[in-house]
C-alpha cells in the first residue's frame, strides 16, 4: 500500500474540486510500477467513499470514507476489521508540496479520454501526469495537495480532473502508474462497508505496517 499511495494522492488530490461537477462513480484499475515491482490496484468509488484493492497474496482492501475521515482494512480470512483515522495512511498529510506545476498544451487520448499533460517538479524529481477532466474528480483523501490549490491546476481543471497516467524520475526508483481499465458504473453502497460477519480488531495502540 505504501507503494501506491503517495504517488497518487500527489496526482488525484487537486484540491476541492465542486461537487456539482459530479464526482466519479465506478471502477478505476491501474498498474503500478517502482523499479522492478508491479502490482495492479483497484478502486472502487463512490462520491465521497471508496474501496482500494490490491489482489496480491494475501488480497488487500481498504475502505475509505472522506467525510468520517475513517479507513477500515479488512482482513478477509480471519473476517476482521481495523478501523482508523485515515489520514494515518499519508505521512505527512496536511503538508503542501513545494514544487511546481507547469500545465502544457500537449493532449492525447487515453482509453477514449483526452488527457493533458502537466508536469511537477520538485528538486531532483520530475513527474508527468496526464489528466483528463472528462471524468469528473477522484479525491481519496485530504492528501498532499490539500488546503490551497495552486493556480496552476486550478485554470487548467476548474471542475477538477482525474490522472490516468503518473512518471516519476529522479530521485530513488523511477515509478509508474497507468491506468488500465475504466468502468463508469452505479456502485452498490453494501460494497463499500464491512461485510456482516466481521469483526473489528482493536490494536491497542499498535501501528499497522507502513504507517506512520
Do not use: C, H
Not at 474540486?17 to 478502486?43: R, W
Not at 486550478?154 to 509508474?176: D, H, Q, W, Y
Not at 452498490?188 to 499497522?208: H, I, Q, T, W
Amino acid at each position: 500500500m505504501k507503494l501506491l499511495i503517495k504517488p497518487i494522492l500527489l496526482a488525484l488530490t487537486l484540491g476541492t474540486a465542486s461537487l456539482s461537477a459530479g464526482l466519479f462513480e465506478g471502477t478505476l484499475t491501474y498498474e503500478v510500477k517502482s523499479g522492478n515491482d508491479v502490482q495492479e490496484v483497484s478502486f472502487l468509488v463512490k462520491g465521497n467513499r471508496m474501496a482500494i484493492e490490491t489482489p496480491a497474496n494475501p488480497r488487500g482492501l481498504v475502505l475509505l470514507n472522506r467525510e468520517t475521515m475513517k479507513a477500515q482494512v479488512l482482513m478477509p480470512q480471519q473476517k476482521m476489521y481495523i478501523e482508523v483515522p485515515a489520514d494515518k495512511f499519508v505521512k505527512n498529510a496536511k503538508q503542501k508540496e513545494s514544487g511546481q506545476f507547469e500545465v502544457t498544451d500537449e493532449t492525447r487520448e487515453i482509453l477514449g479520454y483526452t488527457a493533458k499533460k502537466v508536469i511537477y517538479t520538485d528538486g531532483g524529481e520530475t513527474s508527468e501526469l496526464w489528466i483528463t477532466d472528462e471524468l469528473g474528480s477522484f479525491q481519496p483523501l485530504e492528501g498532499p495537495l490539500s488546503g490551497e490549490t495552486p493556480a496552476e491546476l486550478l485554470n487548467a481543471f476548474p471542475n477538477g480532473g482525474m490522472p490516468l497516467v503518473i512518471r516519476t524520475s529522479g530521485k530513488g526508483r523511477p515509478t509508474e502508474i497507468v491506468v488500465t481499465a475504466i468502468k463508469a458504473e452505479n456502485v452498490a453502497d453494501s460494497d463499500l462497508e464491512v461485510p456482516s460477519g466481521y469483526r473489528p480488531l482493536n490494536l491497542k495502540g499498535m501501528a499497522l505496517p507502513g504507517m506512520p
